[in-house]
């Protein structure tokens, strides 16, 4: 059985997480970055078209006969229609007012100096346009006279391919992020697969396997593996002593309580007086008790430590109850009553050879134990269901109406076990050892109605 892992988040989504958080970030900043070049490109280039215009009419005006005559070359105003199809405003203008041209179009304040552009964007026409302005000085009859021109452009072409752009530069953005969110997902990957080949190589272990830990990790997990190796360290000392413990105070606890019993029986012999008799018999009693009790807790303590490594190998069913029948005939003999043995051929099952006897002994022992004088029990080996049973039936009284599931818990005992000397594990000690194998205790009344008949199934594999 394993226990629950308290879970709290994956280390491999919060990585992936944050890889692709950092990713559509570098995604946006690209797409604003290479929108704000791309923009500022276009403007200069359509800016430095319009000044060229506006330069080539401004050198075609000149003083003709004391008078400013302009002959607007036709390129002058062609190069803007070669860059888009949108419309085109000029306008030359004197002090004296306007020379040619669109008279009502915006023109911005006169430049600082002669030659220095000045552009200005405006409305014109309901429409947006994109203007710049240069003036220059004449001679006529000896005076200086300014003359201005403005050109101007809509801006629709312009804001077409702006848009254009922008959607080359947001295709570029995506595109960035698709293959930094792929180059996220791969390295997320591959940093947990150290701690997943790790695991992997712990869980293959087997229940006795408590080697430390000598696969290479990165230095990040080094304290992790130092710390589990010390736990293994820790956990092989302490598995250690708690089965010396067990073999030792089994050996401490039962040779003085047998010795003591006896010596009170060659007592029980020796005095006359009826009121000491009873007073030994009471003794040898709360020794049984003890013993028994004692004796169970340290085969259940046994029981548990063995079923958390468990150890299987091949187990002839068949063969283990045979021997426990023939073992126990002498006691079953000092009560007047008979063991029946019946079994098929062989059915083995992969299991803990001790653990399995030490189950079908508590059964058999109850069942002796409980069963009157001249009384009969069977012990049957059977396959039933795609399993393997061992069935012990004997003629107790049975059950009746109590509830069989509450005898399999710890020092819980029946109604007819009140004068019989027991310590309430025997039966719970069998199903942890079927649970253990992925088997199960069965209790219930025999067909006869004469006793109990308890099994214990175990799968066959």
Not at 117 to 125: D, E, L, M, W
């Amino acid at each position: 059985m394993s226990a629950t892992v308290n879970v709290s988040g994956s280390i491999r989504r919060r990585l992936l997480l944050q890889l692709m958080g950092s990713a559509a970030l570098l995604a946006a900043l690209l797409f604003l970055a290479v929108l704000g070049f791309v923009r500022n490109v276009a403007e200069e280039s359509h800016d430095r078209i319009l000044l060229a215009s506006a330069t080539s009419i401004l050198d075609s005006v000149s003083v003709q006969s004391g008078e400013i005559t302009a002959d607007i070359p036709y390129a002058a105003l062609s190069m803007l229609g070669n860059v888009s199809d949108d419309r085109v405003f000029y306008q030359i203008a004197t002090p004296a007012g306007v020379l040619t041209g669109y008279a009502d179009l915006p023109v911005a304040g006169p430049p600082v100096q002669p030659g220095q552009p000045v552009f200005q964007t405006a409305r014109y026409k309901a429409e947006s346009i994109r203007a710049v302005t240069l003036f220059r000085r004449l001679s006529v009859e000896g005076a200086p006279v300014a003359v201005q021109v403005s050109v101007a452009q809509t801006r629709s072409g312009q804001a077409a391919l702006l848009a254009q752009l922008s959607w080359s530069a947001l295709y570029l953005g995506v595109g960035f992020f698709v293959l930094a969110s792929g180059l996220a997902f791969w390295s997320a990957q591959s940093s947990i697969t150290p701690l997943r080949s790790l695991t992997e190589a712990i869980s293959r272990r087997g229940p006795k396997d408590l080697r430390p830990v000598s696969r290479p990790v990165p230095s990040e997990m080094s304290p992790l593996v130092s710390s589990l190796n010390s736990f293994i360290s820790r956990l092989q000392t302490s598995l250690a002593r708690s089965e010396d413990f067990i073999a030792e105070a089994a050996h401490r606890v039962r040779t003085p309580l047998a010795t003591v019993r006896a010596q009170a029986e060659v007592t029980l012999m020796r005095i006359e007086k009826e009121n000491n008799r009873n007073s030994l018999r009471e003794m040898i009693r709360a020794i049984d008790e003890s013993s028994r009790a004692a004796g169970q807790l340290l085969d259940h303590a046994m029981v548990s430590f063995r079923t958390d490594s468990l150890e299987l190998e091949d187990v002839n069913l068949t063969e283990l109850a045979r021997d426990l029948a023939e073992r126990l005939q002498p006691v079953a003999e000092l009560k007047d009553m008979s063991l029946h043995f019946e079994g098929q051929e062989t059915i083995s099952i992969p299991g803990d050879g001790i653990l399995l006897q030490n189950a079908v002994r508590n059964i058999l022992d109850n069942a002796i134990k409980y069963s009157g004088r001249d009384s009969e029990v069977w012990i049957r080996a059977v396959c039933r269901g795609g399993s393997a049973c061992i069935e012990i039936e004997d003629q107790a009284g049975g059950f009746k109406c109590e509830d069989t599931e509450a005898l399999t818990r710890r020092f819980v005992r029946g109604a007819n076990a009140r004068n019989t000397i027991g310590s309430g594990l025997g039966l719970t000690i069998a199903r942890e050892v079927a649970e253990a194998h992925g088997g199960q205790l069965i209790i219930e009344n025999s067909q006869t109605g004469a006793g109990a008949c308890v099994t214990l199934c175990f799968p066959l594999h």
